[in-house]
């Protein structure tokens, strides 16, 4: 496998899967606190409340980090602790991050920074959360508080980590946080994602900070499952509904046309204007890829997600590490050019610890195939920059509570010890190579 030699490796987290101290410091409450505490959200009652207590152990896991020895760590600004109702200003917050990634360049890290991985400040929620436009302008002058107090700092800039599934997930289907349940209303929260996006970015370029900033999308490829039009039609619109309706805006300035439906949902929400701040140009695009969807026609010819041909990890997710490739070179053909990083790929499965080591074969299989792809996009010509194994460390994985395990650290959330999984032991090598 070839990799130019300024090719970014890394690891990522997100700061309510990890940091607990959920009312330290003068950090406010956000959504998935309130999501987490209400019964029947979050498989077993799991909170983020301690989590991986990195908010006291970060220099530990800044150590760890070190010791793995990526190029760059992604982590997250949880946006509660900068502004615990949505506006005002807790200094120590920003202090957090600070110590953070003075520890971080110390090391010789880069640090790469979400914006926006999910923990809406609920004060922000109480007042319509993303359904309402007001947010995006929060969004907006929180991420120019972070820029102000870390630009000089910072590597990377991510604005938003998957709007895909704060709207659908959050506002679409209910299954996260805050637990909306209408679908129209879901392209609405879409929009005005994006449409932070948008703000963030136009404040960011009037800053002249010399950092990349861009955008995460969670891209799946959608496959017919047949050769038959109606399938293929199926798996459009699905592609249309989880890539083109995020990709489009971005790189076009305009959702896709063939979306009739998701069109007439959003149509009251968009403004003049605002596509031109949601294409404004990025430095880069961040991908998180897990898996590809299998899809054919309904009755009505409306997709729906066919059983997996090949294995699956514990998310019930395909391995299908072909389609990174055709990921990769779809979105350089279709929406390039435009430098890509992989900001997040792993897998889940159920590991033990025996004799103090975990035989993690699976995961690292996982990762060796995937990157095995990205080397195979790069030599196809696509500008691929960086790959973030997701995750760093075991942590709260949404809905799933502690029972679904993303590291390639373990950690024991009884005592909070780290254990390198066998898949960081080789990830170690990979990248030291
Ligand atoms: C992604 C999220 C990340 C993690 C992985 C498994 O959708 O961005 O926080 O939960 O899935």
Not at 115 to 121: F, G, I
Not at 180 to 199: C, E, M, N, Q, Y
Not at 245 to 250: K, S
């Amino acid at each position: 496998m070839k990799f130019p030699e300024d090719f970014v490796w890394g690891a990522a987290t997100a700061s309510y899967q990890i940091e607990g101290a959920f009312d330290e410091d003068g950090r406010g409450e956000s959504i998935w606190d309130r999501f987490s505490k209400t019964p029947g959200k979050v498989l077993h009652g799991h909170t983020g409340d301690v989590a991986c207590d990195h908010y006291h152990l970060y220099k530990e896991d800044v150590a760890l980090i070190k010791e793995l020895g990526v190029d760059s760590y992604r982590f997250s600004v949880a946006w509660p602790r900068i502004m615990p109702e949505g506006d005002r200003v807790n200094q120590k917050g920003i202090d957090f991050y600070k110590r953070l990634v003075d520890e971080l360049l110390k090391s010789g890290i880069a640090p790469a920074v979400t914006l926006y991985h999910w923990d809406l400040p609920q004060a922000l929620e109480e007042q319509g959360g993303w359904l309402n436009r007001d947010t995006a302008k929060y969004f907006r002058d929180y991420a120019m508080t972070v820029f102000a107090k870390l630009g000089d700092t910072v590597t990377s800039w991510i604005t938003m980590n998957e709007p895909w599934c704060s709207a659908f997930l959050g506002y679409g289907i209910g299954v996260h946080a805050p637990g909306k349940a209408d679908i129209p209303s879901s392209f609405v929260a879409a929009h005005h994602l994006l449409l932070g996006h948008g703000l963030a970015l136009q404040g960011y370029r009037q800053l002249n900070i010399p950092a990349e900033i861009g955008i995460t999308l969670n891209l799946t490829p959608q496959y017919a499952v047949s050769t038959r039009p109606a399938d293929a039609l199926a798996a459009r619109k699905a592609d249309g509904f989880q890539n083109r309706w995020y990709l489009d805006p971005i790189f076009r300035g305009a959702y896709p046309e063939d979306m009739t439906e998701g069109l007439s949902c959003v149509a009251p929400a968009v403004k003049g204007g605002d596509l031109e701040l949601i294409s404004g140009p990025i430095d880069f695009l961040g991908i998180n890829f897990y898996t590809r969807a299998l899809v054919s026609a309904d009755e009505q010819g409306q997709p729906q997600t066919e059983q997996p041909e090949r294995e699956v990890t514990a998310m019930g997710w395909e391995v299908y590490p072909e389609s990174l490739f055709d990921l990769l070179v779809r979105v350089h053909t279709d929406y390039g050019p435009i430098p890509l990083y992989i900001t997040e790929n792993g897998a889940a499965y159920e590991d033990a610890v025996e004799d103090g080591r975990i035989r993690d074969t699976k995961r690292q299989a996982y990762l060796e195939q995937h990157i095995a792809q990205a080397a195979r996009a790069l030599e196809a010509g696509v500008p691929l920059r960086g790959y973030y194994v997701w995750s760093l460390l075991d942590n709260f994985e949404w809905a799933f509570g502690y029972e679904r395990r993303f590291g390639i650290i373990y950690v024991d959330f009884d005592t909070q010890e780290r254990i390198f999984k066998d898949s960081a032991r080789w990830y170690q090598s990979f990248v030291r190579r």
